[in-house]
């Protein structure tokens, strides 16, 4: 199973930006995607998770200005992040899970590379 993560970049706060991850070598359809972020000296966290159905889990760190989406027919899971703040500065990972809107790290199986997101104030 391969995770590609893209989209990462330098913003504004205040700004937008969307993180794609496309999976491949395994049915992606049947499992459920989250987001986590880890931010220098400081522990992977999660962002946000969607199931298989569809349902979605937010961290309350950004709830009401992320959203998780997924496009089965492209094997890709995205991550709309609007009103950035430099809080949200950090490495984004993708991963994929058998369990439902799990929040924990020890949930996802596999992960991908990583995309850096910078929000400078």
């Known amino acids: 199973v391969q995770l590609q993560a893209s989209g990462g970049g330098l913003v504004q706060a205040g700004g937008s930006l969307r993180l794609s991850c496309a999976a491949s070598?395994?049915?992606?359809?049947?499992?459920?995607m989250g987001w986590f972020r880890q931010a220098p000296g400081k522990e992977r966290e999660f962002v946000a998770a969607?199931?298989?159905?569809?349902?979605?889990y937010y961290a309350d760190s950004v709830e009401g200005r992320f959203t998780i989406s997924r496009d089965n027919a492209k094997n890709t899971v995205y991550l709309q992040m609007n009103s950035l703040k430099p809080d949200d500065t950090a490495v984004y990972y993708c991963?994929?899970?058998?369990?439902?809107?799990?929040?924990?790290?020890?949930?996802?199986?596999?992960w991908g590379q990583g995309t850096q997101v910078t929000v400078s104030s």
């Open positions: 991963a994929t899970s058998a369990q439902f809107l799990a929040t924990y790290t020890r949930a996802y199986d596999y």
């Open positions: 070598g395994r049915s992606f359809s049947g499992y459920a």
């Open positions: 969607i199931s298989s159905g569809g349902t979605t």
